[in-house]
């Protein structure tokens, strides 16, 4: 079945920038979707297609896909987006909605 | 401002059928859009469970599939879950949306989950 990897957690200082990597075997043929999730509330779509920004997400979040490896990337960190991201695809040959394990983000 | 919010019972007993409603206010789920089901667990992380579009196909899960009937109550503005034979392995928070599309699918409004657990 299909894998998806993240790192269990990235730490960044407020203002700088923070990549949230997620891999996976050829993850560039395949749409990629982000979530962020605060404890004890829903997951929060914040990107969707690799790189689009749903209404009312920030400008600072965005997306990239290449290869084997999606990357989340926010831009000027605020201590609202201390979260967890989980990156998501479809794989087609299984027929498998997959979920990365997440990749818990604090802010410094 | 399309707002989804799960309910159901907390506790299930191992080898019953869990029955969940979403209900969802700001959009008429019978105008478009798949409606379905996710869950979390610790040990799972984030588990697909199906999907279901008004007057058009499911999809579920393939792990899941035996088990799994999502169906549409569009006079009520609901959609609902059974999940028979629950085992704990089944003990997760469930969580509803919308789903934009399928095969591709990803998921653009959630309701805030509701923990289920399995256990005599």
């Known amino acids: 079945s299909y894998v998806l990897t993240q790192a269990p957690s990235v730490s960044v200082a407020p203002g700088k920038t923070a990549r949230i990597t997620c891999g996976g075997n050829?993850?560039?043929?395949?749409?990629v979707h982000w979530y962020q999730q605060k404890p004890g509330q829903a997951p929060v779509l914040v990107i969707y297609?690799?790189?689009e920004r749903p209404s009312g997400i920030p400008q600072r979040f965005s997306g990239s896909n290449s290869e084997n490896t999606a990357t989340l990337t926010i831009s000027g960190v605020e201590a609202e987006d201390e979260a967890d991201y989980f990156c998501q695809v479809w794989d087609s040959t299984s027929d498998h909605v997959v979920f990365g394990g997440g990749t818990k983000l604090t802010v410094l | 401002q399309v707002q989804l919010q799960e309910s159901g019972p907390g506790l299930v007993k191992p080898s019953e059928t869990l029955s969940l409603t979403c209900s969802v206010s700001?959009?008429?789920?019978?105008?478009?859009?798949?409606w379905g089901w996710i869950r979390q667990s610790p040990g799972k992380g984030l588990e697909y469970i199906g999907s279901?579009?008004?007057?058009?196909?499911?999809y579920y899960n393939p792990s899941l599939k035996s088990r799994v009937t999502v169906s549409l109550d569009t006079s009520n503005n609901q959609f609902s879950l059974r999940l028979s034979s629950m085992t704990a392995a089944d003990t997760a928070v469930y969580f509803c949306?919308?789903?934009?599309?399928?095969?591709?699918?990803?998921?653009?409004?959630w309701g805030q989950g509701t923990l289920v657990a399995v256990s005599s």
């Open positions: 279901i579009f008004h007057g058009g196909p499911t």
């Open positions: 949306a919308r789903v934009p599309v399928v095969r591709p699918y990803y998921f653009d409004y």
């Open positions: 700001g959009y008429s789920i019978g105008t478009g859009f798949y």
């Open positions: 297609y690799d790189r």
């Open positions: 050829n993850i560039g043929g395949k749409s």
